[in-house]
């Protein structure tokens, strides 16, 4: 049996990214992959982009990843975007979309938020018409190895796993930015990897506390933008977007 670690949305948090990497080796786990949004919201970038490359096996392209690279009008991401250098826009815009891979006789897919784009968004809440969605084969996710069975993403920043029609659906929640908690999220997949037959299959979810208020003092001393609404959603666990 192997164990597969999930991270995805670190967003610039790089004391929530090293909590995280550090239970990983605690528990011996060796390979990690990642589901995109490296960058932006937090103050390190930099940080984020150059321990994933050094810590995982395959990284997935976010919406950030993607629309940090990109001219924008929008003062915050420019001072975002002035972070990073050519190679590091480089690496980002070479992020494939997805991953499909088997594990214990099922066929797993992976991508950032939805088959249908970096940009669509599907929500635990969506009608059932919309998560049964998460399976379909496009262009973005190719079809070599059929729809898949199980479906794993990031994006939401809410941690869940739903069993549809035969199907699993799951997000790994974000790893430095999360939305229904407080706590660094990531996934750990158990099986049989790349694997066609059926045998034992797992997912665990992992929440790991990390110093808020250091990562909260890290923004400080870089002056970071969109600051208030950075320190609301680490300390509450509340999307900054959400009415009061």
Same mark, same amino acid.
């Given at each position: !049996?192997?164990?597969?670690?999930? #991270?995805? /949305?670190?967003?610039?948090?790089? =004391?929530?990214?090293?909590?995280?990497?550090?239970?990983?080796?605690?528990?011996?786990?060796?390979?990690?992959? +990642?589901?995109?949004?490296? #960058?932006?919201?937090? =103050?390190?970038?930099?940080?984020?982009?150059?321990? #994933?490359?050094?810590? +995982?096996?395959?990284?997935?392209?976010?919406?950030?990843?993607?629309?940090? *690279?990109?001219?924008?009008?929008?003062?915050?991401?420019?001072?975002?975007?002035?972070?990073? &250098?050519?190679?590091?826009?480089?690496?980002?815009? &070479?992020?494939?979309? &997805?991953?499909?891979?088997?594990?214990?006789?099922?066929?797993?897919?992976?991508?950032?938020?939805? %088959? @249908?784009?970096?940009?669509?968004?599907?929500?635990?809440?969506?009608?059932?018409?919309?998560?049964?969605? !998460?399976?379909?084969? *496009?262009?973005?996710?190719?079809? &070599?190895?059929?729809? =898949?069975?199980?479906?794993?993403?990031?994006?939401?920043?809410?941690? @869940?796993?739903?069993?549809?029609?035969?199907?699993?659906? @799951?997000?790994?929640?974000?790893?430095?930015? %999360?939305? /229904?908690?407080?706590?660094?999220?990531?996934?750990?997949?158990?099986?049989?990897?790349?694997?066609?037959?059926?045998?034992?299959?797992?997912?665990?979810? #992992?929440?790991?506390?990390?110093?808020?208020?250091?990562?909260?003092?890290?923004?400080?001393?870089?002056? !970071? =933008? /969109?600051?208030? %609404?950075?320190?609301?959603?680490?300390?509450?666990?509340?999307?900054?977007? !959400?009415?009061?």
């Amino acid at each position: !049996m192997e164990r597969i670690a999930l #991270v995805s /949305d670190i967003h610039g948090n790089m =004391p929530a990214l090293i909590s995280v990497l550090e239970d990983i080796e605690r528990r011996g786990i060796k390979r990690i992959f +990642c589901l995109g949004d490296l #960058v932006g919201k937090g =103050p390190d970038s930099i940080g984020s982009i150059e321990k #994933v490359k050094q810590t +995982c096996e395959h990284v997935l392209k976010g919406n950030w990843d993607d629309f940090i *690279t990109k001219d924008t009008e929008f003062e915050a991401l420019k001072w975002h975007q002035k972070q990073l &250098s050519d190679e590091q826009n480089l690496y980002l815009e &070479s992020l494939p979309f &997805s991953i499909d891979f088997y594990m214990s006789g099922k066929t797993i897919r992976l991508f950032h938020a939805s %088959p @249908f784009s970096l940009y669509t968004r599907i929500q635990p809440w969506d009608s059932i018409e919309k998560r049964l969605s !998460m399976f379909e084969n *496009t262009e973005y996710t190719g079809h &070599s190895m059929g729809r =898949p069975d199980v479906v794993g993403y990031g994006d939401v920043h809410n941690a @869940f796993i739903q069993h549809l029609n035969g199907k699993t659906l @799951f997000n790994t929640g974000s790893v430095g930015n %999360p939305l /229904d908690h407080t706590s660094a999220a990531y996934v750990i997949l158990e099986g049989e990897y790349e694997s066609k037959d059926e045998a034992p299959f797992s997912i665990q979810f #992992v929440r790991v506390p990390y110093d808020i208020q250091y990562a909260i003092r890290l923004a400080k001393e870089v002056n !970071m =933008p /969109d600051l208030e %609404p950075y320190m609301k959603e680490l300390t509450t666990g509340t999307y900054r977007g !959400m009415k009061n």
